[in-house]
């Protein structure tokens, strides 16, 4: 259906005069009416019923009043959001992140975009594997994303670190560590210890478990669970203690308290990515504001923000 056509089509239906319809539009009656015919021949129905005194709209008249006002509609929006990549703009900016990353950035980061933009859209995706988020955004299913480095680098990816994180140890309120300012791993060896596979939290896993290896006598793995509150619930319940990055210090979860590590441990590090020369001004608004947030003081408990520079 060509746009002219239901153009014209609207104009009458609305105004139900054929000579009005023109004038509104600028073009003669007999264009009107051509395009009207053309319509109703293409759809093989009256979409009006005339006479010489009046014009009004069939039921499938109505119907088609509906659906040429939403093309329109959608074939406006098309164009301006075309145009808007265009000049570097994106209409729904798909950003990903990780749980801590959403937990602490994404309230600072809408109400940024929002006052950079009112009409910026986001898609929020939650990221489980901080892999499968970077690949996400090389594979052009999201446009950016808040997760950890992978070990192994994605091609064709830039990074911007954000902060670094402690490890902190979650335990029972009623644990004898937990009247401690740190706590040292081997003080937990009698403790069961609730931890993360590596199939679902491999950085996670592996830092979990380089605490370990430089223990003495570390605690037993008694069980591996993939969600965080799940973990908390159950340390809450006396079940075992659990080793964590620092922001879930935040969630507010009874009869559990954290405390920093005695032994030397390697922080968890948090990055936005995103794709490698991407003329995108919505990407580059974003990694100013999430720049700001981070030096502003949305961080995990004793994290270090990372100058975008290093």
Same mark, same amino acid.
Request: proline share 7%.
């Given at each position: +259906?060509?746009?002219?056509?239901?153009?014209?089509? !609207?104009?009458?239906?609305?105004?139900?005069?054929?000579? *009005?319809?023109?004038?509104?539009? =600028?073009? #003669?009656?007999?264009?009107?009416?051509?395009?009207?015919?053309?319509?109703?021949?293409?759809? =093989?129905?009256?979409?009006?019923?005339?006479?010489?005194?009046?014009?009004?709209?069939?039921?499938? =008249?109505?119907? +088609?009043?509906?659906?040429?006002?939403?093309?329109?509609?959608?074939?406006?929006?098309?164009?301006?959001?075309?145009?808007?990549?265009?000049a570097g703009g994106l209409p729904i900016l798909r950003l990903g992140g990780i749980d801590g990353a959403l937990n602490l950035l994404l309230p600072p980061i809408l109400k940024g975009l929002a006052r950079h933009d009112p009409a910026q859209r986001v898609a929020i995706t939650e990221i489980v594997t901080? %892999?499968? #988020?970077?690949?996400?955004?090389?594979?052009?299913?999201?446009?950016?994303?808040?997760?950890?480095? &992978?070990?192994?680098?994605?091609? =064709?990816?830039?990074?911007? %670190?954000?902060?670094?994180? @402690?490890?902190?140890?979650?335990?029972?309120?009623?644990?004898?560590?937990?009247?401690?300012?740190?706590?040292?791993?081997?003080?937990? $060896?009698?403790?069961? +210890?609730?931890?993360?596979?590596?199939?679902?939290?491999?950085?996670?896993?592996?830092?979990? *478990?380089? !605490?370990?290896?430089?223990?003495?006598?570390? @605690?037993? !793995?008694?069980?591996?669970?993939?969600?965080? /509150?799940?973990? /908390?619930?159950?340390?809450?319940?006396?079940? %075992? $203690?659990?080793?964590?990055?620092?922001?879930?210090? *935040?969630?507010?979860?009874?009869?559990?308290?954290?405390?920093?590590?005695?032994?030397?441990?390697? &922080?968890?590090? /948090?990055? /936005? $990515?995103?794709?490698?020369?991407d003329p995108s001004e919505t990407v580059a608004t974003l990694r100013r504001i999430v720049r700001d947030a981070v030096h502003g003081g949305a961080v995990p408990p004793d994290a270090v923000a990372i100058d975008p520079k290093n």
């Open positions: +259906m060509d746009p002219t056509t239901l153009r014209s089509f !609207i104009a009458v239906a609305e105004l139900l005069h054929f000579r *009005r319809a023109a004038e509104r539009l =600028g073009v #003669g009656q007999a264009v009107v009416s051509r395009h009207v015919q053309a319509l109703e021949h293409e759809v =093989g129905t009256p979409l009006l019923l005339r006479t010489t005194r009046s014009v009004s709209l069939t039921a499938a =008249g109505a119907t +088609m009043l509906e659906e040429a006002r939403a093309v329109l509609d959608r074939s406006d929006a098309a164009l301006r959001a075309t145009r808007q990549a265009a901080s %892999g499968d #988020g970077a690949a996400a955004v090389a594979n052009h299913r999201l446009d950016a994303a808040l997760v950890r480095p &992978p070990a192994q680098a994605i091609d =064709g990816l830039a990074w911007m %670190g954000v902060w670094r994180e @402690p490890v902190v140890v979650a335990l029972p309120e009623d644990h004898p560590a937990a009247r401690r300012s740190d706590v040292d791993p081997d003080a937990l $060896c009698d403790t069961p +210890m609730i931890a993360f596979p590596r199939h679902a939290r491999p950085i996670l896993h592996e830092a979990v *478990r380089a !605490i370990l290896e430089a223990a003495s006598d570390p @605690p037993r !793995i008694a069980l591996e669970l993939s969600e965080k /509150l799940t973990v /908390l619930t159950l340390v809450s319940d006396g079940v %075992g $203690c659990a080793l964590l990055p620092a922001w879930v210090s *935040r969630l507010p979860v009874a009869r559990v308290v954290f405390r920093p590590l005695s032994a030397a441990a390697a &922080p968890l590090t /948090l990055a /936005l $990515c995103w794709r490698n020369g």
